[in-house]
């Protein structure tokens, strides 16, 4: 039962803070800090990861849909020589831009241990900073002036600052999608237009991150009930739609600061629960 309640919990963190602009590996490692939860068990990230997957492709089914057909016919016009730069639609110019931003984190997957090794380290002072960098950036995004640009807007240097924003999501506590969405306001992009680019440039990032560490699974030999990760898969997939539909929400009135108050406070707390625990040497936990 404690594992059934212990992966609900995560579940929920997981679905909420992989959209919300509040970042979910920051969130995670501060719940897993607190709930004395190890985070050695890869198995259990893969399955929250699955379900947060989910979300986005009910959420976005359309446009994801109209980008894959894209990806095939720019395939056939390119072999066909009919391809144009300058004509591509809506869809095809966003999947262009969505493989360009993602071809800017490749290379840093190789040195992934760099930013997650302060992740599980027994400290939390670190995530402490990464939530209070996560809401000078939501604060800036909020004040930056509204843009109108749509997908077939979008250019090269779009999408390169979207993904060295995604970059420096890499490290706990640094919002992924607060990062990337409030990149895409930066460069003029209009809100709907940043969320739906956000959130799907998110697949490629959340689905190598879940085969990298689905093989370091099945390397090791790691197994679970499947119960409980069926129940935190399910969990992640509806926490996450309903945390889409919020995002979406907010961000048409302006009220990204929301997050970066939250974000602040949090990151001012965990760096002073951080102190505390340094000094006295008493980590302070509820799981036994």
């Not at 689905?207 to 009930?225: F, I, N, Y």
């Amino acid at each position: 039962m404690n594992d059934i309640i212990n992966i609900i919990i995560q579940g929920i963190i997981q679905g909420l803070t992989e959209f919300l602009p509040v970042s979910s590996s920051g969130h995670l490692s501060v719940a897993q800090h607190f709930m004395n939860i190890e985070d050695e068990n890869l198995l259990i990230s893969v399955v929250l990861h699955l379900g947060t997957l989910i979300a986005v492709f009910i959420a976005f089914r359309k446009r994801i849909w109209g980008m894959i057909k894209e990806f095939f016919l720019s395939i056939k016009d390119i072999f066909t020589g009919k391809f144009s730069w300058k004509k591509m639609n809506d869809d095809r110019r966003m999947m262009v831009m969505v493989i360009i931003a993602t071809l800017i984190l490749v290379p840093f997957v190789f040195i992934k241990d760099f930013f997650t090794s302060v992740q599980g380290d027994g400290d939390i002072i670190f995530e402490g900073c990464a939530f209070i960098f996560t809401a000078i950036v939501l604060f800036l995004s909020d004040a930056c002036v509204k843009g109108y640009k749509t997908g077939k807007d979008m250019k090269v240097k779009d999408a390169m600052t979207v993904g060295l924003f995604q970059v420096v999501a890499l490290f706990p506590g640094v919002s992924r999608s607060g990062s990337t969405v409030s990149s895409g306001l930066f460069c003029g992009l209009a809100r709907d237009t940043a969320v739906a680019f956000s959130f799907i440039l998110g697949i490629p990032a959340i689905l190598g991150s879940a085969v990298l560490e689905g093989a370091h699974v099945l390397k090791e030999g790691t197994t679970l009930d499947p119960v409980p990760l069926v129940i935190g898969a399910v969990t992640a997939a509806g926490v996450g739609l309903l945390a889409i539909k919020l995002v979406q929400l907010i961000i048409k009135h302006d009220k990204f600061k929301i997050f970066g108050v939250y974000t602040l406070i949090l990151g001012i707390a965990c760096i002073g629960i951080g102190i505390y625990e340094n000094v006295t040497g008493t980590k302070l936990f509820f799981g036994a």
